[in-house]
């Protein structure tokens, strides 16, 4: 016997899915969830006495299936706790394709992340299970020196010494941290607003909705609904799952772009939203070279023809997980990319960076965008800005969305390290061609801290 889906909400953990007992009778049953926070408590007042989950209340949802629907269905006390554990079946599994070493096409089975909690998970499935991974300190002192530059002061129409001032910043964030936030950029709050509506949106539906909606990128390496990275059916997963799609160049007939129907305004606003980042990335590619005392254009003209060059872009769900001290949302890795811009939202942290051996967690200012230096930016400031080592962290409680844009020079295009200002040093990194350099570095992805740029290093002699 099935619940009826319009009583059957995303389940957090499977002790919310008691039965209500009230005068030894089961009155109702209890589902929770964040999502629907603001809306449902107020309803229920005479019930909250009778849970002995009161605290965890907040921010959740009572769900009440009345006296009548229970009798319809049968259901007595224990045939609804039964019914509670065969919620928390996993049932749902992604299909991830993906091409292996030898040039053929493979597919490999990994659990819905988000259809796990939904059936009231209590246990992490043992292919989420990591040994536990090395808590981040938060140190406020040392996240000083993450700059929040402030992009308007970057205008070469800015006053002369706030943009002397706000280049020296940049510069120093960039070369001890390899990222910064920006604030002052060319996406709206309200763009930033609708974002994550869509965002929002397109994860809350039903996952046969979302299989729909998006349609599939069979053929194609990491993209497309599902989860990333996956090579086998034994490897250990991220709790997390995704929508990776490219934006742009923005041929249909390369079959790249498959556009969620589903919320309507997804793709306008996503479109909006990429359009405003690049012009970012832009400007940020003229002002990190000349913040390093560099010439200004020197990173940005080998992204032409600018007609070519990709952007990717990953909308990432992480799930409230149940038991987050020994799992990871993201594995540890760097971003193939020249530049990566992260939106972070609703303040809900996660990610973490490797600092002097140390993960350190990142913050997520309301509207700022965070930039992360991927490998190829590394390969053209000569290291001076090397890609930081990330990863994203789940929680307990709160669902976390981000969406990371990925700009990059054309596939074709051969990239290599700008030699000078004052650096005097030699290139400690060879040229390559960005296409290469991304097939490397998906096929040295879990191999370890910082190995897929060891590919472009000219090891010293
Ligand atoms: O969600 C995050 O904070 C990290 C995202 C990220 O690193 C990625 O998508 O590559």
């Known amino acids: 016997m099935t619940v009826p889906d319009k009583f059957v909400y995303p389940v957090m953990k499977a002790m919310f899915c008691l039965p209500l007992v009230h005068n030894k009778e089961v009155r109702g049953c209890v589902y929770l969830h964040q999502r629907e926070s603001r809306t449902c408590v107020p309803q229920f ?3 909250l006495s009778n849970i002995f989950i009161i605290p965890e209340l907040k921010g959740t949802t009572l769900v009440d299936l009345s006296q009548s629907q229970i009798k319809s269905h049968n259901w007595n006390r224990r045939s609804m706790i039964r019914h509670s554990q065969s919620l928390a079946q996993p049932q749902s599994f ?6 292996d070493e030898e040039g053929r096409t493979m597919t490999a089975r990994g659990p819905v992340v988000q259809e796990l909690v939904r059936h009231g998970l ?8 990591r040994d536990a991974p090395p808590p981040a300190l938060v140190d406020h002192r040392e996240l000083e020196s993450m700059a929040l530059i402030d992009m308007a002061k970057l205008s070469p129409e800015a006053d002369p010494s706030s943009r002397a001032e706000e280049l020296r910043r940049l510069a120093a964030s960039a070369e001890s941290w390899g990222m910064f936030f920006v604030t002052g950029h060319g996406v709206p709050l309200p763009l930033m607003a609708s974002l994550a509506e869509v965002l929002k949106a397109f994860f809350m539906l039903s996952l046969e909705e979302k299989r729909a909606s998006v349609g599939s990128y069979k053929d194609i390496d990491n993209l497309g609904y599902g989860r990333s990275f996956v090579k086998s059916e034994d490897q250990k997963l991220d709790w997390v ?5 490219r934006v742009h160049p923005n041929q249909d007939s390369l079959g790249l ?10 793709r306008p606003v996503v479109e909006k939203y990429v359009e405003a980042a690049r012009r970012d990335c832009d400007i940020l590619l003229q002002a990190l070279p000349e913040a390093l005392m560099l010439e200004r254009q020197s990173f940005l003209e080998q992204f032409q023809p600018c007609s070519e060059l ?8 992480y799930p409230p997980c149940p038991c987050p001290s020994s799992s990871v949302g993201l594995s540890p890795h760097t971003d193939a990319s020249a530049v990566t811009v992260l939106a972070q939202f609703d303040g809900v942290q996660g990610l973490e960076v490797l600092r002097r051996g140390r993960w350190v967690r990142a913050p997520a200012p309301e509207g700022a965008l965070l930039v992360v230096a991927g490998d190829l930016l590394e390969i053209m400031s000569n290291g001076r800005v090397a890609s930081p080592w990330h990863r994203a962290m789940p929680s307990a409680d709160r669902e976390r969305f981000s969406v990371a844009l990925f700009y990059n020079p054309p596939p074709r295009a051969e990239i290599g390290p700008v030699v000078g200002g004052g650096s005097g040093a030699k290139p400690v990194y060879r040229k390559v061609v960005v296409e290469d350099y991304v097939k490397n570095s998906y096929t040295f992805f879990n191999a370890g801290e910082k190995t897929p740029i060891k590919y472009a290093k000219i090891e010293a002699n």
């Open 310 to 317: 990709i952007v990717n872009v990953r909308n990432n769900y």
């Open 45 to 47: 007042p005479h019930y």
């Open 122 to 129: 209590q246990q992490l499935p043992a292919r989420f299970l």
């Open 257 to 266: 772009r498959l556009w969620p129907q589903t919320p309507v305004d997804f």
């Open 241 to 245: 799952d995704r929508l990776a799609m």
């Open 94 to 99: 992604h299909e991830v394709s993906f091409v």
